[in-house]
């Protein structure tokens, strides 16, 4: 593509946006939220720069769906809006909606449900991964340790994996938690008491890494999703099971280096976040770490670089310029030095979970209680610019945010939102 085909485009980009129209990249096409946590698996996204508040005349609903319980996150493509559900606590359902007006373009269903223990029955049994996209295929993995591919125009099942009859395996007792990753022509999940490779194109399992094979309550199946980085100087699978922090070998799943989390009841559930050749974590009543990744002759090596009394619990934090901004389990937010692990603000409580997005130096976090906030990215203080009641249910999904699009999955429905540009006011003569 020439400087000036790219010119073009931006300007038609720019122009559309102006008149209300989703936002589009340089290529032509909408922005859209192909996995967990986002296009990169970071919580960030690009576009035009955020409102500075959340009232009405900036930010208006434009359709919702009512839906069967889930805690899925949304994925948007250029057309659609897929979601998945679980009903009558007994069949999994994935949808695909219009983008633009929510009206449905398929429906598929399979049996699948589990019945999670007592201590976990308030956050209910149904469906929780988020599935990932690749621009023709839907990646969704269902709570009895399935991973099923589905083609995103017309929902016809391209493959589907048990982890269970594959790997000889029980169901986990909590369901399939983690979300897949996709890069490149394969696809990563920690599934079937371990952490697996698949093809993509056809579910062919190519390896398969951490095996537990004595896995209890406490230690089966896994609350994390992994990520995709170069640490160290070498490209690697970055995997939190239910006890312990890994780096895995992606082209042939060979453990490069691992450590021990401290755990309560394995409740290590944060998302690992690369900073540079360390990854930072936090655990359910411990504490925040940063563990520094080194490459030697002999090998990789795993050094604690600091330790925060500050005590994570599901939300992955968002980092912006070397600070963590993380939710915590005793509902506050707080923010973290990266380099030096000090704390250097903790907010007053909110809900007990918020997904957080983020843009430049803005956060955009969506608390359980159906409350959307918009916070400031600043490390020296806590600042709360808006808040904005988006739903009368509780939304412990992941939000989804593509270009002037908010996507938001309550408990019992989805809803389309966008940005706006307020008005002016004409005076009177």
């Not at 598929?108 to 023709?136: C, H, L, M, Q």
């Not at 980092?319 to 937010?333: C, E, K, M, P, S």
């Not at 923010?335 to 007053?348: A, D, F």
Request: hydrophobic share 40%.
């Amino acid at each position: 593509m020439t400087r000036i085909t790219r010119l073009v485009i931006l300007a038609i980009a720019l122009y559309l946006a102006g008149k209300g129209a989703a936002a589009f990249n340089l290529e032509g096409k909408q922005e859209n939220w192909s996995q967990w946590r986002g296009p990169n698996r970071d919580g960030q996204v690009n576009g035009a720069a955020w409102p500075d508040r959340l009232t009405d005349n900036y930010l208006e609903q434009t359709w919702r769906v009512p839906l069967s319980p889930s805690y899925s996150g949304p994925i948007v493509s250029d057309e659609a809006v897929f979601v998945t559900e679980t009903k009558d606590k007994s069949t999994e359902i994935v949808r695909a909606l219009s983008r633009a007006t929510g009206k449905e373009l398929w429906k598929v269903e399979w049996p699948g449900a589990i019945s999670v223990p007592f201590f976990a029955k308030r956050n209910g049994d149904w469906i929780r991964a988020t599935p990932a996209y690749d621009g023709k295929s839907l990646y969704v993995a269902g709570m009895r340790d399935v991973l099923v591919s589905l083609d995103a125009k017309s929902g016809k099942e391209n493959w589907r994996v048990d982890f269970t009859k594959e790997f000889s395996t029980a169901p986990p007792e909590f369901g399939l938690v983690c979300s897949p990753l996709l890069d490149g022509n394969f696809i990563y999940i920690q599934a079937g008491n371990a952490v697996v490779k698949l093809d993509k194109r056809n579910g062919k399992v190519l390896w398969r890494a951490l095996n537990n094979e004595q896995a209890s309550i406490m230690t089966n199946g896994a609350f994390s999703s992994p990520v995709m980085a170069t640490v160290a100087g070498q490209k690697q699978l970055i995997v939190q099971t239910r006890e312990q922090l890994a780096g895995v070998d992606p082209e042939t799943g060979k453990q490069l280096w691992i450590h021990t989390v401290p755990s309560f009841r394995g409740m290590n559930i944060l998302t690992p976040v690369v900073f540079g050749d360390a990854i930072f974590t936090s655990s359910y009543q411990n504490k925040s770490w940063l563990y520094r990744i080194n490459k030697g002759a002999t090998g990789f090596t795993v050094n604690q670089a600091w330790e925060n009394n500050a005590q994570g619990y599901m939300s992955t934090p968002v980092v912006i310029d070397g600070y963590a901004y993380l939710h915590l389990g005793n509902q506050r937010f707080t923010c973290i030095n990266l380099q030096t692990g000090e704390r250097t603000w903790t907010s007053q409580p909110f809900g007990k979970y918020a997904s957080l997005v983020a843009q430049r130096d803005r956060i955009l976090a969506l608390d359980e209680r159906g409350i959307l906030l918009l916070i400031k990215a600043n490390p020296k203080q806590f600042e709360l610019l808006s808040e904005k009641q988006v739903s009368d249910e509780e939304t412990w999904a992941h939000l989804a945010i593509a270009g002037e699009e908010l996507f938001i999955r309550e408990l019992n429905a989805v809803t389309a939102w966008r940005w706006r540009t307020p008005k002016k006011q004409v005076a009177a003569n």
